[in-house]
């Protein structure tokens, strides 16, 4: 290769395909090329003898006061910073910029990012994109509007473990059997994530549709854990199901593996009912058929159902958890039924982040006046 002499030398400094600039220790600009100049739309000349973290924006400038220039300090070389420069007419220019320190000097290189900045931002957009029909699709595998009735007030608390997703592998669901039956149910499957919660949604859609089919709380437990074993899903998982008559009062519930239910009637303290329970979903050990319970509710009264996340921890007895979540629906039974599951969830986690889902569906039955 034949060597460059001076006058190619200065026209590849001047027209190269990046911005250089040449500036002492203090940041004093000593020269800058034809590039940057025409990318700031600025003579030289101008920008000869300015410091050069006055060619950044404000937040520039307070980056390299506090990170880039101690760091070149140090190091001796900073690369591929992003920074915005000011132009001459005040725009923004995005750019990447990598120094270099040469005895007195500091050497830096400047690209302008415009198109790779466009790029990130659509990479952001798409990832927002992305995030959103995600949480539509993780809201859609939980239940949808709340059932209504002048006789029912009903509440939910959600708080998945994952950050960033809105469902786990708990899960709740309430609906119409019939005009005035109620299904209720909360379960929890084996894990917790994204794995979990396309377990979740099999599961709940298959308890809606076993339910739809005019089974009881324990033979829908039964063909749920036939459903479990022939398709390979969900094994260990337990759940609460009940279902309610709105117009009497009369609840039938049954538990595979689930926590109890927890009953406040008025003028009580809320207890937990400890009958109709069976082992979890899929469980060589289960009884046939697995047995359920009848409990018959006076007007006021408040049936809870929730998962372990809720009172589970490592640094207390199990007892002492559960006893905790019947003091916190004591407390906070006058609520209704939706303020009534936040502030439950609220106490019993305390302030920390589970490392398991947790969730709370209450709801009080109270028949209207006239009610028969």
Aim: charged content about 20%.
């Amino acid at each position: 290769m034949t060597p460059m002499d001076g006058a190619e030398a200065e026209d590849l400094f001047e027209h190269a395909p990046c911005g250089y600039v040449v500036a002492t220790r203090d940041g004093t600009i000593v020269r800058v090329n034809h590039t940057l100049a025409a990318l700031l739309g600025q003579p030289a000349a101008a920008l000869v003898g300015r410091r050069f973290q006055e060619l950044l924006t404000v937040g520039g400038q307070i980056y390299h006061e506090t990170h880039y220039a101690p760091l070149l300090a140090m190091q001796g070389r900073v690369r591929e910073i992003a920074v915005d420069l000011v132009g001459g007419d005040g725009s923004t220019i995005p750019a990447l910029i990598t120094s270099t320190v040469r005895g007195d000097e500091v050497r830096t290189i400047i690209f302008e990012a415009v198109d790779r900045r466009r790029y990130e931002q659509e990479l952001v957009r798409a990832r927002d994109r992305e995030h959103a029909i995600a949480g539509e699709l993780q809201r859609a595998l939980l239940g949808g509007a709340a059932p209504r009735n002048p006789a029912i007030d009903l509440g939910v608390s959600y708080r998945p473990a994952v950050a960033g997703l809105e469902v786990g592998g708990d899960w709740y669901d309430a609906f119409w059997l019939s005009e005035r039956r109620l299904g209720l149910v909360v379960g929890d499957v084996v894990g917790r994530g994204i794995g979990a919660a396309t377990t979740m949604g099999q599961l709940r859609s298959a308890v809606r549709a076993l339910a739809s089919t005019g089974l009881g709380a324990s033979a829908l437990l039964d063909a749920l854990d036939g459903y479990a074993r022939r398709h390979d899903v969900g094994q260990m998982t337990t759940l609460a199901y009940a279902e309610l008559d709105v117009l009497d009062g009369s609840l039938t519930f049954a538990c595979a593996g689930h926590p109890p239910p927890a009953v406040a009637a008025p003028g009580a303290s809320a207890v937990f009912a400890w009958d109709g329970r069976s082992p979890p979903l899929d469980a060589a050990f289960a009884p046939e058929p697995r047995p359920e319970a009848p409990l018959a509710l006076t007007p006021g009264a408040l049936v809870v159902l929730f998962t372990d996340g809720l009172f589970e921890r490592v640094d207390r007895p199990l007892k002492a958890g559960l006893d905790r979540l019947l003091e916190e629906i004591d407390a906070h039974r006058a609520l209704p039924a939706g303020e009534l599951a936040d502030a439950v969830t609220r106490a019993a986690l305390a302030g920390r982040r589970s490392n398991d889902d947790a969730c709370l569906l209450a709801v009080r039955w109270t028949p209207p006046a006239d009610a028969p």
